[in-house]
């Protein structure tokens, strides 16, 4: 436990920090996750070398300081403020710089506008499972004829909702946290859902933002408009011979999980969505605008994981204007969304690779 980080005292898990003066790699995770979903990462990074460390980030885990209400303070949620929570970890473990910053799912954001701003700390940026499209632009784009996005959604013959503005409501904490089924096996199926195990994950690039291009993807990010999420990923819950067989989330990995979130709650990481979706930040961050993440970069993801192309446009804008030096685009077969834990193997091979490569 690290004390006194930007008002925090911050959970981590380390590898690598028996031997002084290690070269540093930070490790991101997103949501629902903890610093546990970099535990088949760390022995690997260490093991070649290096000094590896993964926060429960800002609203996770066992870290505490941060406000669990919704109504509580969403200002320190703020993309710069992880930023700056990710130095902080940094720093307390007694270095000045990253070689690499790693970041999946929502740990992109940090990951990304770390590497954007302080390419003198983040030397190198490998983004796993979800593009960044860059800073938002000065001169948001108009907004285009007729209903919006989620009254169109709505209107749709099946209705559906986006799942972040949904994550943004009051009620999807308790949803989640209350779930009929339990936390445990929520979150069986939640993971379950958006992995290569659920067949029907065979993602491809929309045509734009539309409802009925949105529409095109699985529940679990365009909802049906009546469920909340535990009611959408209780219809695809694993069998039990499926849980068993599970070869890369154990019943016992899971409670670890399971565990963080019944006596958490999820609201701590939901205050990430309602940062994007409320847009009330976004100014601080159009600072920023067409400035290029220009450190060594790689992208890595599941094949099955619609998580790159749930941002129509996304990915191309990454390669060809966001990142200056974007090496590689690497997906990995076998692997939806939570890939560095569904092939490991593959991912820590990659992660070495790029480290030894630039």
């Given at each position: ?10 959970h ?12 540093a ?15 088949k990462v760390l ?7 290096y000094?590896?460390f993964?926060?429960?980030?800002r ?24 930023v700056r929570?990710a ?15 790693v ?19 983040f030397?190198r940026?490998?983004?796993m499972s979800g593009?960044?499209a860059g800073?938002?632009?000065l001169?948001p ?20 909702k ?26 069986r199926?939640y993971?379950?859902?958006?992995s290569a ?5 065979k ?8 409802a009925?291009e ?7 990010y ?10 959408t ?5 694993p ?7 599970n ?10 999980y399971?565990?963080e ?8 990481g939901?205050?990430?969505?309602r ?12 600072v920023f ?13 599941g ?13 191309e ?7 200056t ?8 077969d076998g ?13 820590n091979?990659?992660?070495l690779?790029f480290?030894?490569s630039?």
């Amino acid at each position: 436990m690290l004390p006194g980080i930007n008002g925090l005292d911050v959970h981590v898990l380390e590898a690598g920090y028996e031997t002084p003066g290690r070269p540093a790699v930070l490790l991101l995770h997103g949501f629902p996750e903890i610093a546990y979903s970099w535990r088949k990462v760390l022995p690997a990074l260490a093991a070649a070398g290096y000094h590896a460390f993964a926060p429960d980030q800002r609203g996770y885990g066992r870290t505490t300081g941060w406000d669990a209400s919704y109504d509580g303070d969403l200002a320190s949620f703020r993309a710069l403020n992880l930023v700056r929570d990710a130095m902080g970890v940094m720093t307390a473990l007694g270095h000045r710089s990253v070689e690499a910053v790693v970041g999946h799912d929502f740990g992109v954001t940090p990951a990304s506008y770390g590497a954007l701003l302080r390419p003198d700390v983040f030397k190198r940026m490998v983004l796993m499972s979800g593009p960044f499209a860059g800073a938002p632009p000065l001169a948001p784009a108009p907004r285009p004829a007729g209903p919006d996005i989620h009254a169109a959604l709505a209107a749709l013959p099946r209705p559906r909702k986006h799942y972040q503005w949904y994550y943004s409501t009051r009620p999807a904490n308790d949803d989640m946290w209350k779930a009929p089924q339990g936390v445990h096996a929520f979150l069986r199926a939640y993971y379950h859902h958006k992995s290569a195990d659920w067949k029907n994950n065979k993602p491809f690039e929309l045509k734009g933002w539309t409802a009925g291009e949105l529409a095109k993807m699985p529940t679990y990010y365009i909802m049906d408009l009546a469920d909340d999420m535990a009611a959408t990923v209780a219809k695809e819950m694993p069998s039990p011979s499926e849980i068993a067989t599970n070869r890369w989330l154990s019943e016992d990995e899971l409670a670890v999980y399971s565990g963080e979130y019944e006596r958490n709650g999820f609201q701590g990481g939901l205050q990430w969505y309602r940062v994007r979706t409320s847009g009330r930040f976004n100014g601080e961050l159009e600072v920023f605008a067409s400035r290029t993440i220009d450190v060594p970069a790689t992208f890595i993801a599941g094949s099955s994981d619609w998580g790159i192309h749930q941002s129509p446009g996304a990915l191309e804008r990454m390669q060809r204007t966001a990142c200056t030096n974007m090496k590689q685009i690497h997906l990995v077969d076998g692997a939806g969304h939570w890939v560095q834990q569904e092939q490991p193997d593959a991912v820590n091979s990659l992660l070495l690779q790029f480290l030894k490569s630039t």
